[in-house]
């Protein structure tokens, strides 16, 4: 079974940066688009950036600018470099990929089991 193993975050002071990067913990045939999602306490879960499979990229508003989401395919990971941190953006980052499995195995979508970004001084 694979699962997205998730790594980085935890506390910053505001104005720092925080790299997660996120990655299958075993063999695939191929991954598509790749996401980081964030839910703070109270409220319901958001995204943050994605990368497509073509590399192109969006991301939400309060964002722009200051988080890079990038990927390298070789190695099917995807990081989310978050710079100018304040404290709105502590949450639970959870990263999102759509995998195959196996050749003649559907896309399914592959969540990682979340890591608490806090921005406080």
């Known amino acids: 079974q694979v699962q997205l193993v998730q790594s980085g975050g935890g506390l910053v002071q505001p104005g720092g940066s925080l790299r997660l990067s996120c990655a299958p913990s075993g063999s695939i045939f191929g991954a598509y688009t790749m996401g980081w999602y964030r839910q703070a306490p109270g409220k319901e879960r958001d995204v943050v950036a994605r990368i497509f499979h073509d590399g192109k990229t969006d991301y939400e508003v309060p964002v722009k600018g200051r988080f890079t989401i990038s990927r390298d395919n070789p190695k099917n990971t995807v990081y989310l470099q978050m710079n100018s941190l304040k404290p709105e953006d502590t949450a639970n980052y959870c990263c999102?990929?759509?995998?195959?499995?196996?050749?003649?195995?559907?896309?399914?979508?592959?969540w990682g089991q979340g890591t608490q970004v806090t921005v406080s001084s």
């Open positions: 999102m990929m759509v995998l195959r499995i196996s050749e003649n195995s559907p896309l399914t979508s592959y």
